[in-house]
């Protein structure tokens, strides 16, 4: 009697195929959404605001964070889902059903989209760690680069740091930066 094969070769490539195919499709809708995000909500009048909060309160630093998890966002804390659920889905049904309904000029990412904001899916779509997002996202956005570049140039001193699924870019400036802390 001759036993089949769990899984044949030709199985195991096709689902590897597909598996790299799904990740470039998330990867992209991850880049789309961040590109959407610095556009519309990481603006001067934002960062401007933030920066005098800070200083308000006698600080010389500003940590904001972006987050790959289901936490929710506050003040300097975004949300990877939440970013793509505002790029992709339409205010209406998201504010008053909580569903996910694409916005037309998105139709082809609809069931990506769907099953990485969507609360229950049976099937898993990849999920990325944030030194992904990082590495092919972030890192690689010309509008998050040109931003860098202006907050230097303005005399801010900008580190980041990738912890577990946070992303954190440290904005300082005064004491903090001429004793060259980190921050706790």
């Not at 959404?33 to 009048?45: D, G, I, P």
């Not at 099937?123 to 956005?141: N, P, T």
Request: aromatic share 14%.
């Amino acid at each position: 009697m001759v036993k089949e094969p769990l899984i044949t070769e030709y199985e195991l490539a096709n689902l590897r195929h597909n598996s790299e195919k799904e990740k470039q499709v998330v990867l992209e809708i991850y880049r789309i959404a961040f590109e959407n995000f610095l556009e519309k909500e990481f603006t001067s009048k934002f960062l401007t605001k933030k920066i005098r909060e800070q200083m308000n309160r006698g600080y010389d630093h500003l940590a904001i964070s972006l987050m790959n998890c289901n936490i929710m966002e506050n003040r300097t804390s975004f949300n990877f889902k939440g970013m793509i659920r505002k790029t992709f889905s339409n205010f209406f049904f998201r504010s008053f059903y909580n569903s996910v309904v694409i916005k037309w000029k998105y139709w082809k990412y609809r069931k990506e989209v769907r099953r990485i904001v969507g609360i229950c899916w049976e099937d898993e779509i990849i999920e990325l760690r944030m030194g992904e997002i990082a590495e092919e996202v972030i890192f690689k956005s010309d509008v998050y680069l040109e931003i860098i570049g202006d907050l230097e140039k303005s005399g801010l001193r900008v580190s980041v740091k990738v912890d577990g699924e946070i992303f954190i870019l440290l904005l300082t400036w005064g004491k903090w930066m001429e004793t060259d802390n980190e921050e706790s």
